[in-house]
């Protein structure tokens, strides 16, 4: 039952869209809450959006193996596509700069994001979300940021410290 | 004849190593005043009815292709390691004129191949800190208002191989070629957005594309202002390479941004720090930081004629053209040196010159047979001047990878041959 408030709440948006509306040709139609569950898949750095599910490292060995060890070599050593563990500490400096998840990347969530919606590269949305949330550990652990019994899921991914979280600078013309 | 007149100050020298008024040769006559050197005899005998005088011409087609002769206009492209969709392809901007790019030859920056998308099927969906999630299909949007904008797109990544320590040995194509300009027409993404009703503390849009990468970037909510949902390229549908049914158009910012096969714009309060926002597309300077969120290409100009890859045929007049192009607005002014920056005059601007949108400059060349280093530099109406590769390296470090906007040195050895060089 909806108390007198939210209803009233509800009139005045209407009435504000629709005099909002009235020089605009409104020609999208309302998108329903399901339909957008099924499209809106980005997730924020903050971890809204993550699914339920969850995954270990070794569970995510087996994914990895199956699924991205062709591309990414042993352990994510790379080759032929990016390299994905190792080069913590080449980003200072003049030397050749190693960037991968372990070293570059400030955001755990970002790596969900992406591999959910993109890899593997030749079946990109084939992985269940708990093999996303193993292969992230997987990775992730390579890497030498989670411990090897940790669990991935929506209430520890988003709390994973990146060795690079606080590399970066907006950036701004007048410096 | 006025053969006196017009040599008069016209040809006078406007800096050194042969660098001419802008002005020169181009009154009538000014042309034939001489300083091209004789022009080759054209004996009788060249001249005849050629074969395709002597019968008809081919018949209609239903698209039109270029001359045959002109194969070698094309794009130049790469793939990752094992895929054949996941890179990019370049404009050969040594071998086109004027300033807007034939859709062709557009560049290009795929993340997994080029999607084949049903017009029909495909959905923009615009939801998050919205009043009212909606959903347009191509045929609404088609009942809108439309706008056309002369527009550049370069990828962030265009010229990254210059930070290098060594001048790598590549054509402007190669170089620079991640850079296209183009009249697109679209609906205003602020009217969209505007009869979802954004909420007030939307800051962000992230927006994502259909294809199989699900590329998406998040956008600052000003960057709306100007931002188009393209549906036309050059006067005709955008094509698939460049976002079919609908791309985001965001001018000046960085291609990237101008998210492709556009399926969703979600309202949000910060950004998504989507991969490429973080792993790319940041700035990596010395001390280890990167600069993130870089949004407007920097100034910038290059030098298209003559460029690495072309042979001077021998001493004489030309005429130096190139392109330059701002993020931030319209370019205001555009020097030429050709003595590795020693002395600059100043290039002529051809109209139109246009805000975001590429300018073409030229300036007339009397190269003697000696050693020259050609530049150019750019000034947007702002006032900030393109700066020396130098300049910019010192601030950045050879590993920054993106955004690269600095003066680049074209060298002409002693047999008209042109190369890059650091100067």
């Known amino acids: 039952m909806s108390t007198p408030s939210s209803m009233i709440a509800a009139a005045i948006i209407a009435l504000l869209s629709t005099t909002a509306l009235a020089e605009t040709p409104d020609q999208g139609r309302p998108a329903a809450p399901e339909e957008i569950a099924l499209w809106d898949t980005s997730i924020g750095p903050d971890g809204a959006g993550l699914p339920p599910g969850s995954g270990t490292p070794q569970q995510g060995e087996a994914v990895y193996a199956a699924r ?38 400030p955001y755990a969530t970002t790596l969900f994001d992406y591999v959910r919606r993109a890899m593997p590269f030749n079946a990109p949305k084939s992985l269940s979300d708990d093999e996303v949330y193993a292969v ?38 007048q410096k | 004849m006025n053969r006196r007149r017009s040599t008069g100050s016209a040809t006078e020298a406007a800096a050194g190593n042969g660098l001419l008024d802008r002005r020169s040769l181009l009154a009538a006559g000014a042309g034939s005043v001489g300083l091209a050197g004789a022009p080759s005899a054209l004996g009788a005998a060249d001249l005849s009815i050629e074969p395709w005088m002597r019968e008809p011409g081919s018949p209609f087609t239903g698209y039109g292709q270029p001359s045959r002769f002109e194969s070698k206009t094309v794009r130049t492209s790469a793939s990752a390691p094992g895929t054949t969709g996941a890179g990019a392809s370049r404009t050969p901007l040594q071998r086109l004129n ?117 590329m998406s970037r998040s956008v600052p909510i000003k960057a709306a202002d100007e931002a188009l949902v393209a ?21 000046g910012y960085e291609g990237n941004m101008n998210v492709k096969w556009l399926r969703r714009i979600k309202a949000t309060e910060g950004p998504t720090m989507t991969k490429d926002e973080t792993s790319k597309y940041t700035i990596l300077l010395p001390s280890g930081k990167s600069l ?70 030229r300036l007339p060349w009397r190269w003697d047979g000696g050693p020259a280093v050609l530049q150019s530099r750019a000034t947007d109406g702002s006032g900030y001047v393109q700066p020396t590769r130098d300049a910019l390296i010192t601030e950045r470090g050879s590993r920054a990878t993106y955004h690269f906007n600095g003066i680049t040195s074209w060298a002409v050895g002693e047999h008209g041959e042109v190369r890059h060089v650091y100067a």
């Open chain 2, 98 to 214: 004027g300033t807007i790019t034939p859709n062709g030859l557009h560049f290009e920056r795929h993340h997994s191949g080029i999607p084949d998308i049903d017009p029909d099927a495909h959905r923009l969906l615009i939801h998050g800190l919205v009043n009212r999630p909606l959903l347009f299909t191509l045929e609404a949007l088609a009942r809108y208002p439309m706008e056309t904008r002369i527009a550049f797109i370069e990828c962030g990544g265009n010229s990254g191989a210059l930070y290098q320590k060594e001048a790598a040995q590549l054509d402007l194509q190669a170089s620079h070629g991640l850079l296209s300009c183009a009249e697109w027409t679209g609906v205003r993404l602020a009217l969209l957005l505007e009869e979802a009703g954004i909420e007030p503390q939307a800051r962000w849009l992230l927006a994502e594309g259909a294809d199989a990468a699900g």
């Open chain 1, 68 to 105: 991205c060890l062709p591309c990414h070599g042993e352990k994510g050593a790379g080759k032929p596509n990016d390299q994905l563990v190792g080069g913590l500490g080449t980003l200072a400096g003049d030397q050749a700069a190693v960037k991968t998840v372990g070293s570059f990347w």
């Open chain 2, 292 to 361: 993130q969120f870089v949004f407007p290409i920097e100034t910038k100009s290059v030098i298209a004629y003559p460029s690495p890859g072309i042979t001077l045929p021998g001493a004489g007049i030309y005429e130096i053209s190139g392109l330059a192009w701002s993020g931030y607005g319209k370019i205001s002014q555009v020097e030429v040196s050709a003595d590795g920056g020693k002395s600059w005059a100043p290039a002529a601007l051809r109209e139109p010159v246009l805000p975001k949108a590429l300018t073409r400059f």
């Open chain 2, 231 to 251: 549906l036309y390229q050059n006067g005709e549908r955008v094509r698939p390479s460049n976002g079919y049914p609908m791309r985001l158009l965001l001018p």
């Open chain 1, 136 to 173: 992230c550990a997987y990775i992730l652990r390579l890497n030498g940021i989670i411990e090897e019994r940790a669990v991935m899921s929506a209430q520890t991914l988003p709390k994973v410290q990146m060795p690079n979280r606080d590399g970066f600078m907006p950036f701004s013309r």
